[in-house]
């Protein structure tokens, strides 16, 4: 095999083993790409996303999370309501057995990490500790990506 063509798989194996390390088991819990939008130096707040799968035949409940790059990371729903999309405070987010919780920018289900220590840059990562009932803690790298950016990633890492 000539140089330049091992050079080129030697880097296709790299990225391959990049993409896959982005995903995170946690028993019977999979988590997969977490990313967050970047939040420039006057925004003291922003968002992350994580996709949650259960394989197993018990649901999860995911209880709390917590960062180094925030003060306080809240679970939050935002959904419409009469008409004015709402952004709430939850206590917990359950996730059925067997099935798959999508989070993603534009409503519904994402983590909120207020009074952010640094702005987060579009290429910056931080770890991020997740928190479920009955299995314990995982800590997750979160990628800072652009809304669009960060959900095509996700997408892609489902199989």
Same mark, same amino acid.
């Given at each position: 095999?000539? !140089?330049?063509?091992?050079?080129?798989?030697?880097?296709?194996?790299?990225?391959?083993?990049?993409?896959?390390?982005?995903? &995170? %088991?946690?028993?019977?819990?999979?988590?997969?790409?977490?990313?967050?939008?970047?939040?420039?130096?006057?925004?003291?707040?922003?968002?992350? &996303?994580?996709?949650? #799968?259960?394989?197993?035949? =018990?649901?999860?409940?995911?209880?709390?999370?917590?960062?180094?790059?925030? =003060?306080?990371? =809240?679970?939050?729903?935002?959904?419409?309501?009469?008409?004015?999309? %709402?952004?709430?405070?939850?206590? #917990?987010?359950?996730?059925?057995?067997? @099935?798959? %919780? @999508?989070?993603?920018?534009?409503?519904? &289900?994402?983590?909120?990490?207020?009074? !952010?220590?640094?702005?987060?840059?579009?290429?910056? #990562?931080?770890?991020?500790?997740?928190?479920?009932?009955?299995?314990?803690?995982? =800590?997750?790298?979160?990628?800072? %990506?652009?809304?669009?950016?960060?959900?095509?990633?996700?997408?892609?890492?489902?199989?």
């Amino acid at each position: 095999m000539p !140089l330049r063509a091992s050079l080129m798989f030697a880097a296709g194996l790299v990225l391959s083993a990049t993409a896959l390390a982005h995903d &995170y %088991q946690l028993d019977d819990v999979r988590i997969s790409h977490p990313f967050a939008t970047p939040a420039p130096p006057s925004v003291p707040h922003a968002a992350a &996303y994580v996709d949650i #799968r259960v394989d197993g035949s =018990e649901p999860a409940v995911l209880v709390g999370a917590r960062s180094p790059a925030s =003060e306080t990371v =809240e679970l939050h729903d935002m959904a419409m309501d009469d008409g004015v999309m %709402q952004m709430r405070r939850v206590e #917990r987010i359950d996730i059925p057995a067997g @099935t798959l %919780q @999508t989070m993603r920018p534009g409503g519904g &289900y994402h983590l909120m990490l207020f009074d !952010l220590v640094a702005p987060l840059n579009d290429g910056d #990562r931080f770890p991020l500790t997740l928190e479920f009932a009955e299995r314990g803690e995982i =800590e997750v790298e979160v990628w800072v %990506q652009s809304a669009g950016e960060g959900s095509e990633d996700a997408a892609d890492h489902h199989h």
